[in-house]
């Protein structure tokens, strides 16, 4: 298996890219971020919970997304491999995934984190919210206030991934093409060495 994390703050092109990935990998796409905005379509009490949070601009309690990814890569037994898109946000979430993937025997093999800077996160969203229907992308104060968590609870997740020397860092200004381009280099070139 091959597993890999796309990191980066909200706006930094993570479903973006996570769309052309899979594509070209076949990996299975698990963006808590969808996941959560399909229970607050389907109005279970997991989705209510979390669009309190979502709505703020706050993230949603450790244990709802820890339990979402479990239930996912359990019903996902037979993949060539994950990308984790917006996930682990914080660092209880990147111990709880390694004690999961530890008992699949597949750890995470890179951590591709896009590098932004903030006036063009906030740029993006703000267009995105002119079209997406996103509750928590058309007010820049609810913007700002996820910008706010990415920086004090987010950020640290790249230190417990570098301290295993799994992250790369991608300028993730220019255009999709060229950024997926970078991205694709980068995994080839680990793919390379897993064989
Ligand atoms: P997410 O769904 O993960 O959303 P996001 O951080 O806004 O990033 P997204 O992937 O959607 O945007 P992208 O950068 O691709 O999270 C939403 C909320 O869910 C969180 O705030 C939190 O409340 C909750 N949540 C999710 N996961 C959680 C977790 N693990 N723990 C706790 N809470 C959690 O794209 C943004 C825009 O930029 C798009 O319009 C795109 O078209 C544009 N864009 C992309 N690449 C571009 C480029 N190269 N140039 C110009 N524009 C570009």
């Known amino acids: 298996m091959f597993n ?14 996570s ?6 990998y076949g990996l299975k796409h698990l963006s808590t971020g969808d996941l959560l905005r399909s229970e607050i379509s389907r109005y279970t009490p997991l989705g209510q919970e979390a669009k309190n949070f979502m709505d703020k601009g706050e993230l949603v309690p450790d244990e ?12 996902n037994p037979k993949v060539r491999g994950f990308l984790f898109d917006g996930f682990p946000r914080t660092s209880t979430q990147a111990e709880a995934l390694d ?20 006036e063009e996160l906030v740029a993006r969203l703000v267009k995105r919210g002119e079209t997406s229907g996103r509750s928590d992308d058309n007010n820049e104060q609810v913007i700002r206030a996820r910008l706010t968590e990415y920086n004090n609870k987010t950020a640290a997740v790249a230190d417990h991934y570098t301290q295993s020397n799994k992250v790369v860092m991608v300028k993730g200004e220019g255009s999709v093409e060229e950024i997926f381009k970078k991205l694709c280099s980068v995994i080839d070139g680990r793919l390379a060495a897993k064989v």
């Open 64 to 75: 709802v997304v820890i339990g979402m990814i479990s239930s996912a890569l359990d019903e």
């Open 99 to 118: 004690k999961l993937l530890d008992l699949k025997k597949s750890p995470i093999e890179v951590m591709l984190a896009l590098d932004v800077s903030e």
């Open 19 to 24: 769309e052309k990935l899979i594509e070209r």
């Open 4 to 17: 890999l994390i796309l990191f980066g703050p909200p706006g930094s092109g993570k479903g973006t890219q």
